[in-house]
């Protein structure tokens, strides 16, 4: 039997062994580890990736999140509205600030945050909204613009999962106030350890990010106000320097898992699309990409009819790896026992916590290894044993 795993990181850095290992010799002879001319040129490269005007390179993903609402001056009495069904990071950074965050429910087809629902919560508190581009798709960015100006508050879009993502002519990360983004060694751009991006169109914005990342320093040790050491490592700049060039490569590959998936299964029976009306009887629903841009970060499939562990199991046994993401909504996490509004109703969120399994879609996976992991969904609905 062949094996697959969830995410295997080997090939693809393998493959740029020789440019990472001349990169990391560079910055070991320039003997310049904090800032400087190798994180500004990685900083000018994602920037002109993502057609923006300024991109932070920071510590991590949750960092970019935190100095985002650090430098719009989200703080105590502040609500931020946040998708109930995402990566704890999104909410975990508006609560370190003493905000508070108000849930809200996702779009069940989507998986991103249901900006009816969002409109429906915000209060006289309401400060900002952190959109979530879940698994790699990106939220209808039009209608994202529109209820900012409608209601008169700041976006920051959570772009962990989306680096490369469009809807229509626009990139995620281009269109908030702020964007973020992460390169965790699981993101479509993965580094070799923890960082992430800041991104904005705002000078303004961009110039009080820059100095809260270094304590809230300027100049060299005059500080107005506290900022935090979110400094992205030059070495870290330099390996991913190296890899960014690949990025539409990796999508696209991660793009093509996808449909390989979809095509081999959309006929079969007991399976069907996540759209609207599927999700009502017991047919294991394939992830939909209504950008038609997706960058696929996970290809999460529904489970309904209490069968989700079930098929988890079933995977398992065939040695293929697969992933709740996310088995528990944010408002029930036990941080978050009694904090925040909105809980109340967010239906879809607790029903996707029990029916979501994300099967292995990233770039390298083989032929073989893609058509093995087609095969057991197809055996799975046909109720085909292990
Ligand atoms: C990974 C992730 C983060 C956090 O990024 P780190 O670099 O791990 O701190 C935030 N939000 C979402 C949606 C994520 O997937």
């Known amino acids: 039997m062949i094996t697959v795993p969830l995410l295997d990181l080997g090939p693809q850095n393998r493959a740029l062994a020789p440019a990472l290992e001349q990169a990391f010799r560079e910055v070991v002879a320039s003997n310049q580890f904090i800032m400087g001319p190798r994180l500004e040129a990685f900083e000018k ?181 506290v900022g935090a050491n979110f400094r992205m490592d030059p070495l870290q700049a330099a390996m991913l320097h190296v890899k960014l060039p690949y990025l539409p490569e990796y999508n696209c590959a991660r793009a093509g898992n996808a449909r390989f998936y979809r095509e081999s299964l959309v006929g079969v029976p007991w399976v069907a699309e996540n759209r609207p009306g599927a999700d009502d009887g017991a047919k294991v629903l394939l992830p939909v990409d209504f950008s038609g841009q997706g960058i696929w970060n996970q290809f999460t499939l529904r489970v309904p009819g209490g069968r989700r562990d079930e098929l988890k199991a079933f995977l398992t046994a065939r040695k293929i790896g697969c992933e709740i993401y996310y088995p528990v909504p944010l408002h029930r996490q036990e941080c978050f026992r009694g904090v925040g509004r909105g809980a109340e109703t967010c239906a879809a969120s607790e029903r996707l916590a029990a029916e979501v399994l994300s099967v292995p879609v990233f770039p390298e996976l083989t032929a073989e290894q893609r058509q093995w992991v087609a095969d057991s969904l197809a055996d799975f609905a046909a109720g085909r044993p292990a």
Not at 141 to 148: E, H, I, P
Request: proline letters at 4%.
């Open 45 to 225: 490269d994602c920037a002109a990736f993502l057609g923006v005007k300024h991109a932070l390179g920071v510590s991590s993903g949750t960092d970019a999140l935190l100095l985002a609402l650090m430098a719009l001056d989200v703080g105590e009495g502040d609500e931020v509205l946040i998708p109930s069904f995402t990566f704890f990071a999104t909410a975990g950074s508006v609560s370190r600030l003493g905000a508070t965050p108000v849930w809200v429910d996702v779009d069940p087809h989507r998986f991103n945050i249901d900006l009816e629902d969002a409109a429906r919560k915000v209060g006289p508190r309401t400060r900002a909204i952190m959109p979530v581009h879940l698994f790699g798709q990106s939220l209808d960015l039009g209608a994202l613009r529109a209820f900012a100006v409608a209601h008169g508050i700041r976006v920051i879009e959570d772009a962990a999962q989306s680096m490369g993502a469009r809807w229509e002519g626009s990139a995620t990360m281009s269109v908030g106030d702020f964007g973020a983004t992460s390169f965790f060694p699981s993101k479509n751009l993965g580094g070799m350890g923890d960082s992430g991006l800041v991104t904005t169109q705002d000078d303004a914005l961009a110039e009080r990010a820059r100095v809260l990342r270094v304590h809230g320093m300027q100049p060299k040790y005059y500080h107005r106000e």
